[in-house]
Every structure is written in structure tokens, then in C-alpha cells.
């Protein structure tokens, strides 16, 4: 019997809080499990950012990666080490580059979600480049917005087309309002989006895995406000939807990590934003929820790192376009097989069974953790990472005592 160390590497920007209580739980764990022929143990290590050789091998078997969107230096050591030495990462790079959100929008229109009525149009302004000139004047056509705008129906959403962090956006009540939002979009490449309006609830759906946690989301509220602590806003179908529609997109893409953005009106969910691949995950935002993400990412990178799980470098859309095309379907049903897809690929089953055998002392580590001083310390450095001085106090002790409450309610596990 081989002893062998997995090695995890954790890729961060301003990830400050879940690092820390990630680390401090998986050495709690103390793991050394028996897989197959070999005893495994697992280490964890901060990717740092450093020359390197193409033929380096790479020191990780999983990355944990929070940057990939923005910071090409480790995304493109992530990419070869995908390609050269067989690397797992959360999540697929070459997908995250490749899909903006819509993209998004046209795969989930494609496999009939209701996703809202969506054009593009093009920019009002552009970089001059060489060919700029004759490019437009052979190709761009007079278009007219107010015709495009009346066909969507107001209220409608102008928002960019590869847009996050609410960047952009802009509600837009009438034509008038419409015409000037376009006037000052400057460069970027804008939807236009038909609201979902009125909607009676706002959900996110955050999937790691096939670990799903629905919750209901704010949007109007201020930011450490947004996700709510509120129960039983979902009735059982509408969260196995919600749970469908989440896995589904993310294994369309090659995302473990992600979070749906949907609206319900008159009973339908209508997803309007999942192309999240680099979800909130900040104590100062989910509070009351962190702690099960931290659970969710520890379970489901050890099972991926002890088992070798192979990560999906080709996306592999056939199936659930096969399922698409089926005639008469209804869109319950269609979800239903995409989903099972989903799972499957997941390997749902397998992940459970291992998290029975091997991490059933997850809950009891966890527990005590989120009431250690270093837990605390985890939050309060976020907190000042984001807040001015003389809140950091204040915000540091409502964030503790959020985790505190998902203390109580969990209760002590036996
Ligand atoms: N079609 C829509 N109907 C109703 N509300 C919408 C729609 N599209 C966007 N919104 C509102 O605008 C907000 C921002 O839109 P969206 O989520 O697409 O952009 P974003 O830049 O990804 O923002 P975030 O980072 O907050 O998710 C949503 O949270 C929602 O409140
Ligand atoms: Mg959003």
C-alpha cells in the first residue's frame, strides 16, 4: 500500500475568509483514507504567481481557482497544467474564456429554458483600429432602437453582454430612456433584455458538485444584505427545478462551482444570470450560508482530489442537445433527462457514498471550527479588507453572530 499526499491548490484574488477556514478544516480532518491500492492524505498550498516553464510538471493534482476571469498569468499555468499534466480545476478555464453570459443565454435557449426575450445590438462606440472605417461602412446598418425596444416591451434590461458585479446595467422604463442608456453605453456590447416583471421571488441557485443550496436573494438590498436567511420560499418541486436547471448548466459548461440567478412570475422560474463561474463565496456577503459553502468545496475537492476524478476538457453538449431536439417533450421532462445527464456526470452516487465513508466527521470539525477565534479572525480580515475602519468592528461581530446562528441551528453534531 502506496502512501500518497493530493495536493491542493487554492488560486485566490481577494478570497480572504474561506482560504482560511478551507485550510483550517481540512487539516482538522485528518484524513489518511484508504483508495483503492494506496493510503491518501491531502495538503493544501497557495498557488503563487511565478515564472514558468511549459514542460514544468505541476505541483497540484486540484486547483481551486478564484482568478481565472481576470488574471491571465495563473489561468494560462492552470491551462497547461490541464493539458500537460492531467491538472483537475474548479472551474474549466477554457470554458470560462469561451462563455461569456451570452453565450449562456443562447445554450439554456437552446435546451428550451425560459430564458427572456434577449437581442443584442451592436456598440455605439468602438476603439479605432485600421480597418475600422471600411468595416462599418460595408457591414453596420442604420438600426432603430425605439422599433427594437417597443418589439422586447418595456421594462427592459440593457445590460453588456459578457457583464458581472452589476456593471452596466440599467433598467429602462421607455424608449426615451432606452435611447439615452444606448447614447452613453460607450464601447461595450450590450442586451437588451425583457424584464421578468412583476416577479414575486428572486432566487440563486449556488451548485458545487452536485451540492446545491437555494437561496433567496435581494437584489435591492444593500450588498451584505442580499442573501437572505428566509425558509420555505420554495415548495419541494420548485427546488428539485431550481436544483435541475443549476446542475444542468453547469455541467453544460464544465462548471463545478456556479450560482443561477432566476425569477419566478406566475409560478415559472426564469433564469436571467448563470454564467457565474466565479461565484461570491465572501463571508461578508453569504454570512449566514458561508460556513455550508466552505462544507460544500471541502467535500467535494476531497472526493475529486482522492478519487482522480478526470476533469471534462470538452464539453460534450450532444446529449442534452439529443434530448433538445426530442419532439413533444414537455420542458419538465426535458429538465428532468438533462439533469440526469447532470448527475451522472457528476457522479452524484459515488459522491455520496464517499462522503458517508470517508467525511461523516466533516459536520462535528466544521462546527467546532466556525466557533474558534480563528474563525473569527477569518471574518474580521475580510471585514477590514471591505469595510472603512470604524464599521469593522460592527460588521465583524454581524457577520460572527450570523455564523453563530447556523451554529445553533445545526446543532452539535453527535
Ligand atoms: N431580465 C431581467 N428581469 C428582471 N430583472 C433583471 C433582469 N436582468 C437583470 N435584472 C436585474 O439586474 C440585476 C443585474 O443583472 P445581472 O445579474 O444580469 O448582471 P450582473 O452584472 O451579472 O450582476 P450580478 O453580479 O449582481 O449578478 C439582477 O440581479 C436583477 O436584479
Ligand atoms: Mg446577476
Known amino acids: 500500500m502506496a502512501q500518497v499526499t493530493k495536493r491542493i491548490g487554492l488560486s485566490l484574488g481577494a478570497d480572504l475568509c474561506w482560504p482560511i477556514c478551507y485550510e483550517e478544516i481540512v487539516k482538522a480532518l485528518a484524513l489518511d483514507l484508504p483508495v483503492g491500492k494506496d493510503r491518501v492524505r491531502f495538503e493544501t498550498a497557495r498557488v503563487s504567481i511565478d515564472p514558468f516553464s511549459l514542460r514544468d510538471p505541476c505541483r497540484y493534482d486540484l486547483i481551486l481557482d478564484r482568478v481565472t476571469h481576470w488574471y491571465s498569468t495563473s489561468r494560462e499555468y492552470i491551462k497547461k497544467a490541464v493539458l500537460m499534466d492531467d491538472l483537475y480545476v474548479l472551474n474549466n478555464p ?167 440567478e432566476a425569477l419566478r412570475k406566475d409560478g415559472t422560474f426564469y433564469p436571467i444570470d448563470f454564467a457565474n463561474a466565479c461565484p461570491d463565496s465572501q463571508v461578508t456577503s453569504l454570512h449566514f450560508h458561508f460556513p455550508w459553502l466552505v462544507k460544500a468545496k471541502v467535500r467535494w475537492s476531497i472526493f475529486a482530489a482522492a478519487t482522480g476524478r478526470r476533469m471534462r476538457k470538452t464539453m460534450d453538449w450532444d446529449p442534452y442537445i439529443a434530448i433538445a431536439d426530442e419532439r413533444g417533450m414537455p420542458f419538465r421532462e426535458r429538465l428532468a433527462a438533462y439533469a440526469k445527464i447532470a448527475r451522472k456526470r457528476l457522479d452524484e452516487a459515488a459522491f455520496e457514498r464517499f462522503c458517508a465513508k470517508h467525511l461523516a466527521h ?51 453534531p453527535s
Not at 424608449?175 to 421578468?196: C, D, F, I, P, T
Not at 471550527?369 to 477590514?384: M, Y
Request: net charge negative.
Open 94 to 260: 477554457f470554458s470560462i474564456q469561451a462563455m461569456e453570459k451570452h453565450s449562456t443565454y443562447a445554450a439554456m435557449m437552446r435546451l428550451g429554458f425560459p430564458i427572456p426575450e434577449t437581442w443584442m445590438i451592436p456598440p455605439k462606440d468602438y476603439d479605432w483600429t485600421e480597418d475600422l472605417k471600411t468595416t462599418l461602412r460595408s457591414y453596420a446598418h442604420f438600426f432603430d432602437l425605439g422599433e427594437i425596444g417597443s418589439r422586447i416591451g418595456y421594462p427592459l434590461f440593457m445590460k453588456p453582454y459578457d457583464g458581472g458585479a452589476w456593471v452596466g446595467v440599467s433598467r429602462i422604463e421607455d424608449e426615451g430612456a432606452l435611447r439615452a442608456a444606448y447614447e452613453n453605453s460607450g464601447k461595450r456590447v450590450m442586451h437588451l433584455q425583457k424584464a421578468v416583471h412583476p416577479f414575486d421571488l428572486f432566487v440563486r441557485c449556488i451548485g458545487v458538485g452536485p451540492q446545491t443550496r437555494i437561496i433567496k436573494y435581494e437584489a435591492s438590498a444593500p450588498l451584505h444584505a442580499r442573501y437572505t436567511t428566509e425558509k420555505g420560499f420554495v415548495d419541494a418541486e420548485e427546488a428539485r427545478l431550481l436544483e435541475d436547471m443549476t446542475l444542468t448548466i453547469n455541467t453544460f459548461f464544465g462548471w463545478d462551482f456556479n450560482s443561477c
Open 362 to 412: 466533516l459536520d462535528e470539525v466544521a462546527w467546532t471550527f466556525f466557533g474558534t477565534p480563528r474563525a473569527k479572525e477569518a471574518v474580521r480580515l475580510k471585514v477590514a479588507a471591505l469595510f472603512p475602519g470604524h464599521e469593522v468592528e460592527e460588521f465583524t461581530e454581524r457577520f460572527w453572530a450570523a455564523i453563530q446562528r447556523w451554529r445553533e441551528e445545526e446543532g452539535r
